[in-house]
């Protein structure tokens, strides 16, 4: 089976996004670059974890070359054990080596058939390169990529996309379904047949309890997606054209089904009334950027950051371009935060708003009259009100320098005319 073929297609356009719309290639050739002059990973393999050779371990060379053969891969693979009590393995690659770890633990419990699932999803991490991608991390972890907010989005969903493909190529490796889960489970929870009765529709039971509440979003920044998923996406492929030609669901329907799966991972707000605050300050937000008629791009990026920040993977899906259709969205959402809102919940929904009307550097009468409007909309009062804007003030500042920003624009005008002679 072609392994191109049964890859994610969530994962494949993810990834295409981040090399040409993000333009991640030169942040992972720098890091390439950097790291060249440093002690690399398989150095310190070397000298701590053994190097499972078909001499130091017959078993396993006799699991690799016939993983190696379903993927018809002829290129040289160093395979590792380190001393490790978890269920774990990765794959990487450094210069033009390529190398799989696998944790002691695993190949001393794991039956053999279960270790080519595991090593079927690890090799199929470097077939469809997704190490590289890894270079986006931030070593430091001050923060979590070295991506602005919307790439570090995608990175982040693209993550999950590709635990899916690769898990499908764990299973064309054992073409064993029940071999497959069983492999999840112990790597996931570390219980065995022993005190783990593998169900489905039992273990989709506890997403569903999960899917109301507000941690699942801060899941969202997890590199795999929730076990559930994986196994649901896992039988999806299973029983699908794509693995077998007696499955019954097509190709294009099992793309459909896993979306909706990812869908459960990622960053979105679980109840109403947060829901309701994102789609006010969406509305509002856009309704404070046109009130002075001159849309002005710092106001712009200040609304898509806020949504992105505080609620949504996907904060373009959020923002209304029709006039009517904002005011009808403000007046509901208005409506419920007024009832069932917090007044903190009110504060925050101002704070935000504010911010943006503050993010160009100017806040005039016209913004300050549309937030007084609003803000009566979900029952602040002006003496509120301004008390939001003025904390906001004292939090924030103003984060756009007006007269630098003239200075630029004057000299950047002069070289245009400069370019000209």
Excluded at 85 to 95: E, L, P, R, V
Excluded at 341 to 346: F, M, Q
Aim: hydrophobic letters at 40%.
């Amino acid at each position: 089976m072609d392994i191109k073929k049964i890859r994610y297609q969530g994962d494949l356009q993810d990834t295409k996004d981040l090399y040409e719309v993000y333009k991640v290639k030169q942040i992972i050739d720098s890091h390439e670059e950097i790291l060249k002059e440093h002690i690399t990973f398989r150095d310190k393999l070397l000298a701590n974890s053994v190097r499972l050779t078909s001499v130091i371990s017959p078993r396993l060379h006799k699991i690799i070359e016939k993983v190696k053969s379903i993927f018809n891969i002829k290129e040289k693979i160093e395979f590792f054990s380190l001393n490790d009590n978890s269920y774990n393995a990765f794959a990487f690659k450094q210069k033009s080596n390529l190398s799989i770890v696998f944790t002691s633990a695993l190949l001393e419990n794991f039956a053999d058939n279960e270790i080519i699932f595991v090593l079927g999803h690890e090799i199929a991490h470097i077939l469809y390169d997704h190490n590289r991608l890894l270079y986006l991390y931030n070593p430091n972890k001050k923060k979590v990529t070295f991506l602005p907010i919307l790439a570090e989005k995608k990175f982040l969903t693209w993550q999950k996309k590709a635990e899916i493909s690769c898990d499908r190529a764990g299973l064309v490796a054992c073409m064993n379904y029940e071999t497959a889960i069983q492999s999840l489970l112990k790597i996931s929870y570390g219980l065995t047949e022993k005190n783990l009765n593998f169900n489905l529709p039992e273990l989709m039971k506890q997403l569903d309890d999960l899917a109301k509440s507000e941690y699942l979003s801060q899941l969202s920044t997890a590199t795999h997606p929730l076990l559930p998923v994986r196994l649901k996406a896992l039988e999806l492929f299973n029983n699908s054209k794509l693995f077998s030609k007696k499955g019954k669901i097509s190709s294009e329907n099992l793309t459909k089904e896993v979306d909706k799966l990812i869908a459960l991972t990622k960053f979105y707000p679980r109840n109403k009334t947060k829901e309701q605050m994102m789609k006010f300050v969406a509305a509002g937000g856009v309704s404070v950027i046109a009130i002075d008629k001159e849309i002005n791009i710092e106001e712009i990026k200040s609304l898509v950051k806020i949504l992105a920040d505080i609620f949504t993977d996907d904060p373009e899906k959020e923002i209304i371009y029709n006039k009517e259709k904002v005011e009808t969205q403000l007046n509901k959402s208005a409506k419920y935060i007024k009832a069932k809102g917090t007044d903190y919940d009110k504060f925050c929904v101002l704070h935000f708003l504010t911010v943006i009307a503050l993010s160009d550097g100017k806040y005039t009468i016209k913004e300050k009259n549309m937030l007084l409007k609003l803000a009566e909309l979900i029952g602040f009062s002006k003496d509120e009100t301004m008390d939001v804007v003025w904390k906001t003030l004292q939090q924030n500042g103003i984060n756009i320098d007006v007269r630098l920003n003239e200075i630029a624009q004057n000299v950047k005008e002069h070289y245009a005319d400069y370019l000209k002679e």
